[in-house]
């Protein structure tokens, strides 16, 4: 009776889940000035949520400055040509609102979150700190030096630099290879007039998007955008600078970290998929059967509650706009590192030759479609992934296509995307550890 109750109330779930995500309807409008407004009304709460995407990310810093597309990010609010970092975070705070700002691999995002009542102050504020940063060079070196903190304190923790030197195995020169945050010799290096430069490239309404989400109209939207980033001005050149070559395949290498350790951490994997491959929604279910799906994951399943054989294992597949990487993640006692990697092959290979089981794949598009509106649920989050949806040109039926796409994968789409997405001859393999101690084999596909 009870298994009959919990199934009842996550199929009613389901349906109420799907049908929500369908009435998602999000609008479209291109402002004189190339700017694109992403928008979704919702009036159950008086909040509005507007996120900024800028279509610049550390994929876009120059080769020898790894870091400025985060460093201008992080600089965005503290300080404009009128307010100072002090007046900027004054002002937010007293309307009770939020202004954020970061960059990624693919994209650089500034948030604003305030109440209805409180938009236009908002505005005001978030395109103050969007349309006129200062980059003032006692500001510039501040936050410089927080960023070469972070970046030397993460040296002692071994999965960042198991994730770290992974990226770098797996990329070589393509800027996917560098952490967001930079390099501590990149950074060092990086001038104000760096930061002036990139920001009059990239930061146009050309080569941006604005998704706004809450309580408001179309109406209200069009006027406060006019309002508030007409001013912005356009630059043509912004859209034909010339990208990276996407990343390719590479043979398999490996990097043995030698650190003082009680415990071995491993990162293994290869480039993946971008995300607008068709194979997409195959590829997430079947990851999320591999490792992805947390104590339902078969990496977890066997490799540790079976064999217990590592502390934490999970698989990720990092779909950006060039190709991301497939990756497992473990950690693992010193003796136990060769059989752990050893293990996590043994499961890429029966993935790859067997046909998953038919409640495996039911519980994976079931969870991935059950848990898909719990991400819609509030304004910013909302904003966030309507923001995704813009840059990756997902289309506007996005929300209502997802679960259909998720419930369409089938047994056969596992085995096929997983023979020919997974590579365990050509695997490039970190470990952070005792080396001594653990041993490394050279790992061998079963």
Avoid: C
Avoid at 68 to 73: E, F, G, K, Q, R
Avoid at 100 to 108: C, G, N, P
Wanted: no cysteine; net charge negative; glycine share 6%.
């Amino acid at each position: 009776m009870r298994f009959y109750t919990l199934f009842l109330t996550i199929f009613l779930f389901l349906i109420n889940a799907g049908n929500a995500s369908a009435e998602i309807k999000p609008k479209q409008i291109v402002m004189e000035n190339g700017l694109t407004v992403l928008l979704i009304e919702r009036h159950t709460l008086p909040i509005v949520s507007v996120v900024a995407l800028v279509k610049a990310g550390s994929i876009n810093d120059p080769a020898d400055r790894a870091g400025v597309a985060n460093l201008t990010a992080s600089l965005l609010d503290e300080g404009t040509v009128k307010r100072t970092s002090v007046q900027i975070s004054e002002e937010i705070d007293f309307i009770g609102g939020s202004i954020s700002a970061a960059a990624s691999k693919d994209f650089t995002t500034a948030s604003l979150k305030v109440l209805k009542k409180d938009i236009e102050k908002g505005l005001d504020l978030f395109s103050d700190v969007l349309l006129h940063p200062r980059f003032d060079p006692k500001e510039v070196d501040r936050v410089r030096h927080l960023i070469l903190g972070s970046i030397h304190s993460e040296e002692d923790d071994p999965m960042t630099v198991a994730g770290r030197s992974f990226e770098k195995l797996v990329y070589g020169d393509h800027p996917y290879g560098n952490p967001v945050v930079g390099l501590a010799a990149t950074v060092e290096k990086i001038t104000p007039s760096d930061l002036t430069l990139f920001y009059q490239t990239y930061y146009r309404p050309n080569n941006a998007l604005v998704a706004i989400v809450g309580d408001v109209t179309e109406q209200e939207a069009t006027d406060w955008v006019k309002k508030y980033f007409s001013e912005w001005k356009p630059n043509p050149s912004a859209l034909a600078i010339k990208m990276p070559a996407p990343p390719t395949l590479q043979p398999k290498k490996t990097d043995l970290i030698d650190k003082a350790l009680t415990q071995s951490s491993v990162e293994m994997g290869h480039v993946g998929i971008d995300r607008k491959n068709p194979d997409f929604y195959p590829v997430l279910v079947m990851n999320y059967i591999l490792g992805g799906g947390g104590f339902s994951s078969r990496l977890l399943t066997e490799i540790r509650d079976n064999q217990g054989l590592v502390y934490s294992v999970s698989s990720s597949f990092g779909a950006q706009k060039q190709p991301g990487s497939f990756s497992i993640s473990l950690q693992t006692k010193t003796a136990n590192t060769n059989k752990a990697i050893a293990a996590a092959l043994t499961e890429i290979n029966r993935i790859r030759t067997e046909k998953v089981a038919e409640d495996e794949l039911s519980e994976a598009k079931s969870y991935l479609m059950g848990s898909f509106p719990l991400r819609l649920e509030t304004t910013d989050g909302l904003a966030s992934i309507l923001s995704h949806v813009g840059f990756y040109e997902l289309g506007m039926t996005y929300f209502k296509d997802y679960p259909s796409r998720i419930e369409k994968v089938t047994q056969e789409d596992i085995l096929r995307v997983a023979q020919k997405y997974l590579h365990p001859e050509q695997l490039s393999i970190v470990v952070v550890g005792n080396l001594a101690e653990a041993k490394i084999t050279e790992p061998t596909p079963p």
